[in-house]
């Protein structure tokens, strides 16, 4: 029997924590620089030596880039607020109840709010003694997945009574992943009022030395591109977006290939963004809105960027089907 003064000790459950890259928690400039103190002053996103970089970004990035980073925000800003936040605590609100009663599914965002620490906390009181960590990046990288399960690594280690962990895998050549880009892709191909004379696969860019230095990003994103080229029957183009800083990237450059394409006889095009789990700035705002601005003035004539899986039908039945063989073993088969 439990003595009378005994602590409180809650059900035991499973918590699964869905996690992001970030968002800053308002769409204006004090905002934005808060969030981008904290997400470039992460040595996995920034690999240079913190006594050469710290003067770098407080001196001048900090001073310039978050007025001009307000504005993009601002653009795609809604009633719900980030996209990226609202999209994934959508994903989580899908996944509510889909692994049985006992297990408890959360989100939160490397950078900004909510934090990995605290929804990690929240599902330890909760009483999961097993959490399963689930970086939502198709495709590994170590300024990413890693970045996200090394944040939950250093709130752990503050605990006392740590919980069981597990880490979701990159699924970049899943075929459930793959099926659900297809028929995502697919379904929103079909709402156009164009055919499309090419697909574009934009990824987010990585420096070119994290891949010397042996990330394996570039070759996810080959691989995702390649199979659902295959699972789709038609050429699907790739590209990488979002440059930032004067160092080589890896290419073709997004801006670069939809400014060359009408010159190449490609005037109709749609720009799909599997790389990123949820909509965001970098799609919505620097695809969809900068983008199409770019081909356009090149000379293109149709443009269309499609929708990430977001918590749309196929992308939740993905979500569910790699997230349940993650949790093998903790709960009952289906």
Known sequence: ??????????????????????????????????????????????????????PILRGIILRTRPKKSAEAYAQVWSDDGS????ITKAQARELKGAFGE????????????????????????????????????PQYCAATTATANDKAFAALAAMRWQPAIRTLPPYYDDAAYIDALK????????????????????????????LERGDPYHCHCQKTARLLSDAMGREIRIAFQSRFGRAKWLEPATDTVLAALPGEGV????????????????????????????????GGTDFACLPCLNASEPGIEMLRSILYRELAGWVSPA
């Open 102 to 137: 006992d297990v408890i599914v959360d989100w939160a965002m490397r950078y900004g709010s909510p934090s990995i620490a605290d929804r990690l906390g929240a599902l330890k009181d909760a009483g999961c003694e097993r959490i399963l960590l689930a970086p939502l990046y």
């Open 267 to 298: 005037r109709k095009v749609a720009v799909v963004t599997p790389g990123f789990s949820a909509d965001c700035v970098e799609t919505l705002e620097e695809i969809a809105i900068r983008g199409r601005e770019t081909f356009v003035a090149a």
């Open 1 to 54: 029997m439990t003595p009378a003064n005994h602590p409180t000790i809650p059900q035991s459950r499973i918590g699964v924590l869905l996690m992001n890259l970030g968002t800053p928690d308002a769409p204006e400039p004090g905002a934005v620089r808060r969030y981008l103190a904290e997400f470039l002053s992460d040595p996995r996103v920034i690999e240079l030596p913190a006594i050469a970089w710290q």
């Open 183 to 210: 028929r995502s892709i697919e379904a929103s191909l079909a709402e156009l009022d164009f055919a499309p004379e090419l697909i574009l696969a934009s990824f987010h860019g990585m420096p070119q030395r994290t």
């Open 83 to 86: 996209p990226l936040a609202a």
